[in-house]
């Protein structure tokens, strides 16, 4: 106890902190290559996107330090005001926000804004996990099921009214944790089921789809008629059902792709799905990334030599892009380097989390895993031209303070109760 | 565990299908791992390639090139400058500079622009002194089209600056390049425009040139555009234009054993050398607003008339052909042909046989319209029901290549008409139509069109007794055989046996003293024709006239077309014939019609006729 007093480092994965600065390094190595001018050289000029981050770096550090210094026992305790403060932050953003670029996700204070939901990840991470928990706390049921929904909910809806349906994607993250706290397999199933049906219905249209899905459904009953006559007795009205459920699916699917959607969002997902290319206007954010990576070739074309980051050429290179100038100037080597360091520090989370034993120092581990996850996978995703356009940062690399300080909590807080696992008894 | 489990599975899932991806992308597809254009980096710089010139067929230079300087722009390097000094120097206005600056700036402020396109060699002189002194502005060299012949404007067609939608459909083309957009220059324009060198440039960050980007490594040479021979004889010509001045109308020949082109004229015309440089656009403008005279319509091509009396040897060819007439059949022709019990059933006839049996000869060189009518009514009675008669002798004509595009090497071009049963069923629905209601197609009346080359090409196809070569412009591009489908023979549906007969008609309207052609015959050459006279409701009839000659292997096939020209043998006639006497002998042995081809104008009528159009306009107007 006494050193633990003493000394706020102690106990801490060294390891995560290491790669926490890795990825710092690496992310403003980059944003330096992609904004970089001819205007002079000039680390701590605050004109420029580099020497802006790199204050935002610095600033980084009293905040792990903040967080550090507080007990674990802290966030557990606290978990549920901080998510409360959290959501009056969100909320305000209606009265008293700036628009910047379309959604008011800002508050503004002389030179300096802050956009709130980057902060409101860890306080929902917080909240789930001083939720789940809770011994009583039983995810089988649907009551409890409903609640933690409701949590999730809550953050979600108010960023989706920003409108940044971008950021609000990332808390369909939480599922994961849910699951391994003990949802039914069965969300999961459905989940992907529904992706699937999603991407086959834009893809082949809703005709198609239905045909095809119907085919598929005569094939499975004549298959139970002939073959399983008894199973065929029980379960006729379970297929007949998810069937139908289906169906209504991708009727509602077409529906809200035509009319709830906006042009641009269409757009997007025709532009992955291969059937508008047109390079020049809609499809020119996707083909720029895509030939910009694709252009770095196996070992990459150097620092500061790309010709398309030095030109510009890739809209927002510096945040949401910024994997591009990873790809361009270093090449494979070096995008696979990235890919396989996320990769790593994903699953040093996974690891250490499942070591807690305390259940809320594991689910929020889990929880930040599940984030970090979702940027990485969306971000890079949409980068390769695998994924629509949704502009969401990539966790360490994308220029930006809200969002380097958001993953520094996120990260940090976790250090933080790692560090204590010790001293739970 | 296997909770514990999905999640590391989904990283380790995706970490795999991205690096798949990234590998794809970065190492197996190589195709995006050239320099682009799009790239501040490097410079691109185009080195233009000579443009193909155009030969007619003997060898005579009709396209060639000359110099010219186009001033280029790159809107992002362009530093403040003394604009008054600039413009003056350009002699230009300082509205247009802006206006100058503002498109190329639109287009790409990293890519160069032509600014000022086609300066004067003296000008370029003065202007490379000073240039250097406006940053962002250099010269670049470029050839320009000539025409040392200044006539075939219509055949040869010209070339302008690229419009944006082009850019936006062929990479090939970017803004202020030149492209063929009518005539040889358009339907060529893949031989023609060679292929553009490019040399890649490396900047550093400061914009500055640092030498040839990774050693010119991909730096290609221009290639210089393929030659192209024409199948236009060129004296031929412009001795055509010249006997159609002061005429409108459309002359086209056709060399019968190849299907080669031999005279397209249209007129009015233009100077082809006035779609060249500065004042391209002026003229072009001009000549595009001028819907009095269309410099820009290629008559021959473009204009569908009904065709008249040249057209009932298609007739008499489709009556043979289904047996329903021999060339023995005569008829008795009381200046007209009654086709019903009404009192207007009746079509008027000049033949002035004045009931003399006509047979099928006499019936060709005295163009009696009573005889034609009655073997198109056969041929149509032939079957059970009038739509099966129609679409059988419309098969018959439209084997001679009428009725449809000829499908050639020609930039433009127009279907003309050749009714056929549906046409009439849709006139008159239920069935209630007869042969008669029709006969006025029997003497190339009625829903017949057609343009002066499928005229040409019907002449074409009757002189070599039953097939034509599909008529084309291009003789020879260097290093390519002609495309097939100008080597291959197209057949008509007309056995070969039944053209001599006709042959011989033709022929007699010049032979026989009573032709209708007498007064055309050039002595020491077997010429076969036809003359014909349109009916236009707007005007003056149209005159027109085909021809081949020799008699015995046909050198040439013509047909000509002179607008308002009253009938056959006035204008159209003497120009046919004096056409293959100067193509078969070099040279005209009659002076007197020759000249009276040079002098004579049927402007007069066309001045009424505008006259008379605006008069009514304005009378709606009013």
Redesign the interface.
């Known amino acids: 106890m006494r050193s633990r007093k003493d000394n706020i480092f102690h106990g801490i994965d060294w390891i995560l902190v290491l790669f926490y600065f890795v990825f710092i390094f690496l992310g403003w190595i980059n944003i330096y290559a992609a904004t ?3 205007i002079q050289f000039d680390l701590l000029n605050f004109s420029t996107e580099y020497g802006k981050q790199l204050i935002w770096i610095g600033l980084s550090l009293p905040i792990i330090l903040l967080i550090l210094m507080f007990e674990a026992k802290f966030y557990e305790k606290y978990a549920s005001i901080i998510y409360v403060i959290t959501l009056i932050l969100l909320a305000g953003l209606f009265v008293l926000g700036k628009n910047i670029n379309g959604s008011t996700s800002w508050y503004a204070i002389g030179n300096f804004s802050f956009q709130p939901s980057e902060i409101a990840k860890a306080a929902t991470a917080l909240a789930i996990a001083k939720m789940v928990s809770d011994k009583q706390f039983n995810l089988k049921k649907r009551s409890v099921q409903a609640q933690a929904l409701l949590v999730l909910f809550f953050p979600a809806a108010l960023i989706i009214m920003q409108p940044d349906p971008g950021s609000a994607l990332v808390y369909l993250a939480f599922i ?1 944790v849910l ?2 706290e ?1 949802l039914p397999f069965y969300y ?1 199933t459905v989940g992907f089921i529904a992706l699937f049906l999603f991407v086959i219905t834009l893809f082949l249209g809703y005709k198609v789809t239905l045909i095809s899905s119907l085919i598929l459904f005569i094939c499975i009953l004549v298959f139970f008629i002939f073959y399983r006559p008894r199973a065929f007795k029980k379960g006729w009205i379970k297929i007949t059902g998810i069937y139908l459920m289906s169906a209504l699916f991708i009727f509602s699917i077409d529906f809200v792709f035509n009319h709830v959607f906006k042009q641009h969002h269409r757009d997007r997902f025709d532009i992955i799905l291969g059937k508008t290319v047109d390079i ?1 206007g809609i499809g020119y954010n996707t083909n720029q990334s ?2 910009t ?6 070992f990459g074309k150097g620092f500061l030599d790309g ?2 980051t ?4 890739v809209p927002e290179q510096n945040t949401d892009y910024i994997f591009t100038t990873v ?1 361009e100037e270093w ?2 080597l070096g ?2 380097f990235v ?2 360091l ?2 790593a520090f ?2 040093r989370i ?1 690891n250490k989390a ?1 070591q807690q034993k305390s259940k809320f120092s594991r689910i929020y581990g ?1 929880s930040i ?2 984030i970090f ?1 979702m940027h ?2 969306i971000n ?2 949409m980068v ?3 994924v629509p356009t949704i502009g969401i940062p990539l966790p360490f690399f994308s220029y930006g303070g809200s969002a380097l300080w958001g993953f520094t909590i996120l990260l940090f807080i976790f250090v933080r109760l790692d560090a204590n696992k010790t001293y739970e008894w | 565990m296997k909770r514990t489990g999905l999640l590391s599975f989904l990283i380790i899932f995706i970490a795999v299908v991205y690096l798949a991806r990234l590998f794809y992308l970065q190492v197996l597809n190589n195709s995006f791992n050239t320099p682009t254009i799009n790239n501040s980096a490097v410079k691109v710089m185009y080195d233009y390639p000579e443009r193909g010139y155009i030969f007619d067929r003997n060898g005579v230079l009709m396209v060639a090139n000359q110099l010219s300087y186009d001033i280029m722009v790159i809107p992002r390097e362009v530093k403040p400058l003394d604009t008054t000094a600039f413009c003056t120097l350009l002699k230009i206005t300082k509205q247009e500079f802006i206006d100058k600056i503002a498109r190329a700036s639109h287009y790409s402020t990293r890519i160069p622009s032509t600014f000022l396109a086609q300066v004067s060699k003296d000008d370029y002189a003065s202007l490379q002194e000073i240039l250097y002194k406006f940053k962002g502005f250099y010269i670049q060299k470029r050839s320009l089209r000539e025409y040392p012949k200044n006539s075939a404007a219509n055949v040869l067609g010209y070339i302008s600056e690229v419009n944006e939608m082009m850019i936006n459909k062929n990479s090939n083309y970017h803004l202020g390049e030149l492209i063929g957009t009518a005539g040889v220059e358009k339907t060529y324009e893949k031989e023609l425009r060679g292929i553009k060198g490019v040399k890649f440039i490396q900047r550093d960050r400061f914009n500055k040139e640092i030498g040839s980007f990774k050693n010119g490594l991909y730096d290609t040479l221009p290639i210089s555009g393929n030659d192209i021979t024409l199948t236009i004889d060129a004296v031929l010509q412009q001795y055509g234009e010249a006997l159609m001045a002061n005429k409108r109308g459309g002359i086209v020949a056709i060399e019968p054993s190849t299907g080669e082109i031999l005279a397209m004229v249209s007129t009015p015309t233009y100077d082809p050398n006035l779609m060249v440089g500065r004042d391209r656009s002026k003229n072009f403008t001009k000549f595009y607003l001028d819907s009095v005279n269309k410099p820009l319509l290629d008559r021959g091509l473009q204009a569908q008339y009904p065709p008249g009396s040249p057209f009932k040897v298609i007739s008499a060819l489709a009556a043979l052909q289904e047996n329903v007439i021999t060339t023995e059949t005569s008829i008795q022709c009381f200046g007209g042909y009654k086709y019903g019990s009404g009192k207007g059933s009746f079509m008027r006839c000049h033949c002035e046989t004045g009931g003399s049996p006509v047979a099928l000869n006499k019936a060709i060189y005295r163009s009696c319209n009573s005889y034609f009518a009655t073997a198109y009514r056969k041929v149509i009675e032939k079957f059970p029901t009038p739509t099966e008669g129609m679409n059988v002798w419309s098969k018959h004509a439209k084997s001679f290549g009428l009725g449809n595009y000829l499908d050639n090497d020609l930039s433009v071009g127009q279907k003309g008409n050749i009714p056929d049963g549906n046409l009439y069923n849709r006139i008159y629905p239920n069935g209630r139509w007869r042969s008669t209601a029709t006969i006025s197609n029997a003497i190339g009346q009625g829903e017949v069109l057609t343009t002066p080359i499928q005229l040409a090409n019907m002449t074409a196809a009757i002189a070599n007794e039953g097939f034509y070569y599909v008529p084309h412009i291009a003789k020879k591009i260097k290093g390519r055989p002609l495309d097939k489908k100008f080597t291959t023979p197209v057949y008509t549906t007309i056995d070969k046996k039944n053209f001599k007969p006709v042959i011989e008609g033709l022929f007699d309207v010049f032979d026989n003293p009573r032709g209708t052609a007498r007064g055309s015959m050039v002595e020491g050459i077997q010429i076969c024709g036809k003359t014909g006279t349109s009916e236009n409701p707007h005007g003056q009839d149209h005159s027109i006239f085909i021809a081949f000659a020799p008699k015995d292997n046909p050198k040439i096939a013509i047909a000509v077309f002179v607008e308002n020209g009253y009938w056959g043998a006035r204008w159209a006639g003497p120009i046919a014939t004096l056409m293959i006497e100067k193509y078969l002998n070099g040279k005209t042995s009659r002076p007197l019609v020759e000249e009276r081809m040079f002098e004579g104008s049927i402007q007069e009528e066309y001045d009424k006729q505008l006259k008379e159009t605006l008069k009514e306009t304005l009378k709606v107007e009013k």
Request: hydrophobic share 55%; aromatic share 18%.
């Open positions: 970089i001018n001819e994961f699951y391994r003990g999961i020049k895509v030939t990576i694709a252009s770095g070739g196996l010709e398309k030095q030109g510009n050429f790809g090449g494979f995008s696979a890919i396989l996320f990769v994903l699953l996974i499942e889990y895993v599940a996850f990485f996978a890079i995703g390769i031209g695998l």
